[in-house]
Every structure is written in C-alpha cells, then in structure tokens.
C-alpha cells in the first residue's frame, strides 16, 4: 500500500500536478479598491482568513491584484467560479488559483 501511494506521488509529481492551497489570485483590480472593499467582495463564498492587496511600497497605492485566502478548498472553487471574468469598478477582473511560492 505504501509503494502505491509513493508510485502516485512519483507520477503526480512527473504530471506537474501539484497540491492545491486554499488561497486565490485576483488581479486586473480598480487601483482605487480598499482592503475592505477588496474583502467584502469575496466574503458571500466563504469564511476569508486573509485578503491581501498588494501595493506600492513607494507611494502605498495598491497595484491591482491581491490574494484571498479561505478556510477550504471548495469556497476557493466557489470564489473563482462566481468572480472570475466579473466587472468590478469598471474593470474586467480575473480570479484563479494562486501558485505556490518556491519556499513552500
């Protein structure tokens, strides 16, 4: 039993398949998008541990995208489902899963 599940960590690994987290990328945001707006937006899918945008560390304005992490795998689902392609201050936005960092 133990080989088997090595064998499928082997091939996964060998599919580029990979692990998913629970947190999402957002990005094509209105720079004008608050923190709490930003979390707002994604709170009707799920419980969000963490919204994040990301900004400037010169002038503190925020770059246009963030991350949003949930508590389970299937609200992250949810979240993209639901707001991926959505207009969101006049903007086209695009919400997918985030890609792991190298560290992790």
Same mark, same amino acid.
């Given at each position: ?20 987290? #629970? ?11 608050? *923190? *709490? ?9 799920? #419980?969000? *541990? ?55």
């Amino acid at each position: 039993m133990m080989r088997v599940v090595r064998l499928m960590g082997l091939s996964s690994q060998a599919l580029g398949m990979r692990c998913f987290s #629970t947190k999402i990328f957002v990005h094509k945001l209105s720079f004008y998008t608050s *923190e *709490e707006e930003f979390k707002a937006m994604f709170s009707p899918f799920g #419980t969000v *541990e963490e919204a994040r945008l990301m900004r400037d560390q010169q002038t503190g304005r925020t770059k246009g995208f963030g991350f949003v992490k949930y508590s389970s795998l299937a609200e992250a689902e949810k979240a993209i489902k639901a707001m991926d392609g959505r207009i969101q201050r006049g903007r086209l936005i695009f919400v997918e899963m985030a890609k792991g960092s190298k560290s992790e």
